[in-house]
């Protein structure tokens, strides 16, 4: 029995170890053109990590879905109630072990946090009782990475995080889309916060990276700053920050470092007016893309950044999503990506607009023939 688990093992070290080489193989067009032919076969969704969005817990029809598409991995937050656990303490090692026993017992990697705990408005505002929740924060990041879990996607929105002005804009065929118009919100009162201003943010910023990056470092944990979303000046009197590709620019030389990294939420970044796949080449090249949010969009407002739009079905948006695509394949990423946001479909609830399950299948089948698209292309070069 030892004996077949070692075979086993060694020859799954082995398809690792050849898939990865014929990757690499099929990206510098070393390889013959039989080989590249045959590595096309074995290469599965271009070497990423195929992933769903389960912020609500681990839905059985969702879970179900996922898995017979060839979908094993878990985006979530580090939610104790899937292990059963109600008053844990999130950050802890006992319950983050917990939780992704949990998912692995439904058969799923739990690879992502998005959404972590112990990173709230104290740190971001700069308010009374940060240093504790950046604490809070390192112990979270180190309990993560013993269990195997090695990139937390973040943001730098305080008190109003994701936000959309409707949910049910009439999209193809009758599918229900999210949109945002400025608009509506522009005239609205200001937070129990008062005006924050830029300046705050990228201070309280810069604290945060000094203190967590050379952590983060020290264990390789992948910190993915995502964009804010919507992508406006401010709501509220809040001010947005991660709004523009020269801020990501910004925050990314406050440390130095591959692990303070983004999140490439495709559908922020096309808002802010840039050339997606140039935007994915220029940001690869310096080793900062660790998770990918593959979502097409449509702008309605003609300005730069976009002050309105809707986010629409995966093959019709603004964004080239098979140049999109290649870029990723081209630079190397062979992390995580999920559809993120799409369009709810016939037969399923808008309870949680943005993540249908009908609609995210949609999204699975899409990806997956770009995915070998790329793939197949890269092995008939030369």
């Known amino acids: 029995m030892k004996d077949n688990r070692r075979n086993f093992i060694k020859k799954s070290t082995a398809l690792v170890t050849a898939t990865a080489a014929g990757i690499g193989l099929l990206k510098t067009g070393s390889a013959t053109r039989r080989e590249r032919q045959q590595l096309a076969e074995t290469v599965k969704d271009a070497g990423m990590e195929m992933s769903e969005a389960y912020f609500w817990g681990p839905d059985e029809r969702r879970v179900a879905l996922a898995k017979q598409l060839n979908v094993f991995g878990a985006v979530a937050g580090v939610n104790p109630r899937v292990a059963g656990l109600e008053q844990a303490v999130p950050w802890k090692y006992e319950t983050i072990k917990a939780v992704k026993a949990a998912w692995a017992k439904l058969g799923l990697n739990f690879n992502v946090v998005e959404g972590p ?23 979270f990041m180190k309990n993560l990475k013993r269990t195997g879990i090695d990139i937390i996607c ?10 959309r002005t409707q949910n049910d804009w009439p999209g193809r065929g009758g ?30 910023l810069a604290y945060f990276l000094k203190a967590v990056v050379p952590e983060a470092e020290k264990i390789e944990m992948k910190l993915a700053m995502h964009p804010d979303d919507p992508q406006v000046d401010s709501i509220r009197g809040i001010s947005r920050i991660m709004n523009s590709v020269d801020n990501f620019r910004k925050m990314a030389d406050i440390v130095q470092s591959p692990y303070n990294g983004i999140t490439m939420c495709q559908g922020n970044f096309a808002l802010m007016g840039v050339d997606i796949p140039a935007l994915i080449r220029e940001f690869g090249q310096r080793d900062l893309i660790h998770f990918v949010h593959f979502r097409n969009v449509q702008d309605l407002s003609g300005q730069v950044p976009s002050t309105k739009f809707v986010e629409t079905f995966h093959d019709e948006g603004m964004i080239d999503m098979y140049a999109a695509m290649q870029a990723y394949y081209d630079i190397g990423f062979r992390g995580p990506i999920r559809p993120d946001h799409v369009p709810t479909m016939a037969g399923d609830s808008n309870d949680h607009p943005g993540y249908s399950t009908i609609g995210a299948q949609f999204a699975f089948g899409y990806m997956r023939g770009l995915m070998e698209g790329v793939v197949k292309s890269a092995a008939r070069v030369g």
């Open 175 to 204: 599918a229900l889309m999210t949109a945002f118009d400025y608009q509506d919100v522009k005239d609205l009162p200001l937070t129990e916060f008062g005006e924050v201003s830029k300046d705050t943010l990228w201070k309280n």
């Open 154 to 163: 973040y943001n730098w929105m305080p008190v109003i995080s994701w936000a």
């Open 117 to 139: 705990p112990a990173l709230g408005n104290k740190t971001k505002l700069g308010l009374e009782g940060r240093d504790e929740e950046i604490d809070n924060f390192i112990a």
